[in-house]
RNA sequence: GCCGAAGUGGCGGAAUAGGCAGACGCGCACGACUCAAAAUCGUGUUCCCUCCGGGAAUGAGGGUUCGAUUCCCUCCUUCGGCACCA
């Protein structure tokens, strides 16, 4: 056999930097990819994340995109109809820098990028719909954007208020609460630590979603997605308790003060009220003689920022108003006290403080010197003593028996939380029957705040005059468009669109009169929280998306992208959802079905990449060095697909090997002096493919994209064999290397293309054929090796008929000679057959 | 502190209804081809020993079991989310 020749000719003719252009060519010629309504087939909606456009694809681009492609391809060949858009998020915050920089209008950057980014993209070889683009920062979507906006005010969820609202000093905007990031409070986009400005600002009203955010029934979502937004809207179930305040004397009527607690069970063990320095009630309870002293607290908690407030281990500070409240279950008079580790932004802005079983509360008053009252007392402890105030060390928050609570007295307190607990329970309904309290729900969630103080967004569609107020642009004037004369846009924290000369001059929509328009523009999140219904009719200009369409496609099967979203876009893509659906322009509760996030490609020295670093891997060199099969294969092999790892520049070269032995198979000459091959070796050759075909079909299912390319390599490595066995030209062979190539399709389109269409002569496209079906009785091995173990040591192998019963498996075992001599003549104690796949001998 | 995910050779990672740990690939070593190198092909590659053969090993320790990477308990480490949230 001529090696030599057959090496020289191979890698002469492996030229994937001649194929795969022409390929995607002639896919895009052929409209292959178009996903048109078919009520014959099964729709699959396959949705991946939209980029923003930043100018180059990177790595990660290609990490969420291809395997995407990859499933989404193999859905198809299943015989779905798949529609796999893609798009661009092009509001946003790097076309300003770089319009600065350059001194060009944001839009012409951003779509020089796209121009761009379109072009790499189509170098991947996906099955990207084109005709289905969307581009956020087009005025053909952003009307449609706006529209929403308007839907939503109408429907009372958009509203503004002035509040005091995180601030970004380095972007120059506000920031929803979503996008503050860490104990150390950055902005999520730069890593500025944000500071609280009071400012009137548009919100969605996203709180009242709360609790139907928290069900995630039916999705097959990951974990930590469903945890982190758990977490994250921090639901609290509790009751809300009205306590009266004893006037001042100039005052008659005390104020009533509503709080909030988790623990209404140790209401009898408030022994003082905690209220927050910014609560309205904050002077009104206030004693003259104290004034002073509460007016400089309240200014020296101003000047704080929430960094420093909310950092855990500082030592609590506040002051005593000397006003009173009056305890409602036992009628006490307890101090009210100012202090900042109590938050207006949770709750009531004021608390009852149980010093006895919260350590906070604890901590509190041990400093003042204020009165602890246990109201919990332990079971079970034999002889350790009661607890008592005067001798606690801290706070006991577990369970226990009531104590000093009147009627309530014994009752069990256990460790669980809301109405589970018989103790919260039991007093709940004493205070619901009051009138005093009443069950209730906290959350840490906040609304929206989608006011940006910033030039490249969909401007907020809004106007105000001084008759009429706020109300929104009519919708036949809708887009409200962007200027293109703008030369001041630079960030000031001023909306840029203020400082134009006249775009924000407008007439009332209700009075006719002159008015203004909202400067602000909106969240880019906003965006993004439609754009999966814009795919559906991207150029509809009578409604955001075509009914018929929505109909067909929605809701959207499988959704990926990367896992930083998890509290933002995710969240602000669920809960629109949910709102359009309450006003009847969608349906269902969820938008997307299933959710997998892919990890992130971290550079060779295990870090992030980043341009600054110069550690960045360039997708574009890749291509022309390998071939985008070779870098589509790697990053799906090289590590799993939803965890991610580091970049190895030396284990692409692997794949690579793979792709050319691919190519080698199909295209050399059949070894010529072998004789025909074996019955069994064609028949092993069969169930090698048949069970490859098993294995492959299940991981593409479940996203285990590496185990496809090992099992895929394997089965390489298997035909190179059986080919050196002369299978070469038998039935069983041409089988397999359809087969592979099918296998190979959704990894590899290009390469397995001309192998099928022009090296088999198979009819083109291979992208249009169906997913083989395995078959079961080839998968199923005749001959199975069983290992024989003697206290859980394999000491032994034989090979029985895959059919065998386990009294034939038993009998072969003890007939073994090695068995034999390590029974020594003894009986064996147990003898297990597991499965008919392994032998265990107790001795 | 609370919630979640994960710890397997030099490296990326396979294998879970409880049943042969280390598939596949990188790297490395040796060999073939070559004047030589690259490429390619082949062989080997968890660690330890006295290398015929045996022993140890899936973050650490314990438990259940004939049998545990897989299940249970305790602990350690890494990553992610939340955190003075009442």
């Not at 990660?60 to 995109?65: D, F």
């Not at 901590?363 to 009252?373: W, Y």
């Not at 939380?417 to 329970?425: E, F, L, R, S, T």
């Not at 309450?582 to 079905?593: A, F, H, R, S, Y």
Request: glycine share 6%.
């Amino acid at each position: 056999m001529n090696k030599q020749n057959a090496t020289a000719s191979r890698d002469i003719s492996f030229n994937p930097q001649a194929f795969e252009p022409k390929w995607q060519t002639q896919w895009e010629a052929d409209k292959l990819y178009r996903a048109v309504i078919d009520e014959r087939k099964p729709k699959h909606y396959a949705l991946t994340m939209l980029p923003y456009p930043s100018g180059d694809l990177h790595i990660g681009h290609w990490y969420a995109m291809t395997p995407s492609d990859a499933r989404a391809r193999f859905k198809r060949m299943q015989g779905y109809n798949v529609m796999f858009p893609m798009g661009f998020d092009a509001f946003g915050l790097p076309a300003e820098g770089a319009a600065i920089k350059n001194n060009i209008h944001p839009k012409k950057w951003t779509y020089a990028n796209i121009e761009r980014m379109q072009k790499q993209m189509r170098s991947m070889g996906a099955m990207f719909d084109w005709e289905r683009e969307a581009i956020s920062c087009d005025p053909e979507y952003y009307r449609w954007t706006q529209w929403f906006f308007i839907q939503l005010y109408k429907h009372g969820l958009a509203y503004r208020k002035k509040a005091a609202v995180d601030w970004c000093p380095s972007c120059n905007t506000t920031l929803a609460r979503e996008q503050v990031k860490g104990d150390d409070r950055v902005c999520d986009r730069c890593g500025t630590p944000v500071i609280k400005k009071e400012l009137e600002q548009w919100f969605f009203r996203t709180t009242k979603y709360a609790d139907e955010l928290l069900s995630f029934e039916g999705m097959d979502w990951p974990d930590f997605v469903k945890t982190s937004q758990t977490n994250w809207i921090g639901r609290s179930e509790g009751a809300s308790v009205t306590f009266k305040t004893v006037p001042q004397e100039d005052d008659k009527a005390g104020d009533p003060i509503e709080i909030f607690t988790t623990r209404p069970d140790t209401l009898w063990g408030a022994t003082f009220m905690v209220f927050s320095p910014e609560h309205p009630l904050v002077d009104k309870v206030t004693a003259p003689e104290n004034a002073e002293a509460v007016r400089v607290y309240k200014t020296e908690a101003a000047k704080q920022t929430d960094i420093q407030r909310e950092a855990k281990d500082r030592e609590k500070t506040g002051v005593f108003t000397g006003g009173y409240a009056v305890n409602p279950v036992n009628e006490e008079r307890i101090p009210i006290w100012v202090a900042d580790y109590v938050l207006m932004s949770y709750g009531t802005g004021a608390i009852m403080a149980v010093p006895a079983h919260d350590e906070r509360d604890f901590e509190f008053a041990r400093k003042f010197g204020l009165k602890i009252t246990p109201v919990i007392q332990p079971v079970g402890a034999d002889g350790s003593p009661p607890l008592l105030g005067e001798t606690m060390e801290r706070a006991y928050e577990h369970d226990g028996v009531m104590i000093n609570s009147g009627q309530f007295n014994g009752t069990r307190a256990t460790n669980d939380k809301g109405m589970k607990n018989p103790a919260i329970k039991a007093v709940i309904e004493y205070l619901e029957q009051k009138g005093i309290g009443k069950r209730d729900v906290n959350y840490r969630y906040r609304d929206w705040l989608i006011s940006r103080q910033r030039f490249w967004g969909a401007p907020i569609p809004m106007v105000y005059c001084e008759t009429h107020g706020w109300n929104p642009v009519p919708e036949d004037q809708l887009p409200v468009l962007l200027p293109d004369d703008i030369d001041e846009w630079k960030p000031t924290g001023e909306s840029p669109l203020k400082f134009h000369p006249t775009w924000k001059n407008a007439i009332c929509p209700i009075g006719g009169e002159p008015a203004i328009r909202e400067t602000d523009t909106m969240d880019t999140f906003m965006c993004s929280s439609w754009y999966h219904l814009r795919y559906l009719s991207p150029h509809d200009d009578k409604a955001p998306f075509d009914e018929a369409e929505y109909n067909y496609w929605m809701p959207v099967d499988t959704y990926t992208g990367g896992n930083e979203h998890a509290n933002m876009h995710l969240l602000y893509f669920r809960f629109f959802h949910k709102a359009l659906r309450d006003m009847g322009i969608t349906e269902g509760n969820e938008p997307v079905l299933q959710l997998r996030n892919q990890g992130m490609v971290l550079s060779e020295d295990h870090s992030k990449m980043s341009k600054s670093k110069g550690n960045v891997t360039a997708p574009d060199t890749l291509v022309k060095k390998y071939g985008a099969d070779t870098v589509r294969a790697y990053l799906m092999f090289f590590a799993r697909w939803q965890q991610g790892g580091p970049w190895d520049s030396h284990g692409i070269e692997g794949t690579a090997r793979w792709m050319r032995r691919v190519w080698t198979l199909f295209t050399d000459p059949a070894p010529a002096s072998v004789s025909p091959a074996s019955d069994d070796t064609k028949k092993n050759l069969r169930r090698k493919v048949h069970q490859t075909l098993k294995r492959v079909t299940h991981d593409f299912e479940t996203f285990e994209f590496n185990t496809i390319i090992s099992s895929l390599m394997e089965l390489l490595n298997e035909m190179y064999k059986a080919r050196e066995a002369g299978a070469f030209g038998s039935s069983e062979w041409d089988e397999a290397t359809e087969i592979y190539l099918k296998m190979m399709a959704p990894v590899a389109p290009h390469i397995a293309e001309e192998l099928w269409t022009e090296r088999l002569s198979k009819s083109y496209s291979i992208h249009q054929q169906s997913w083989p079906q395995a078959d079961e009785s080839a998968a199923k091995e005749d001959m199975i090796e069983i290992p024989l173990q003697v206290n859980g040591k394999v000491r032994d192998r034989i090979t029985v008929s895959a059919d065998a019963s386990e009294d034939d498996i038993k009998a072969a075992a003890l007939a073994s000679e090695v068995i034999q001599k390590y029974l020594d003549g003894k009986e064996p104690r147990k003898i297990i057959v597991a499965h008919g796949k392994l032998v265990s001998i107790a001795l």
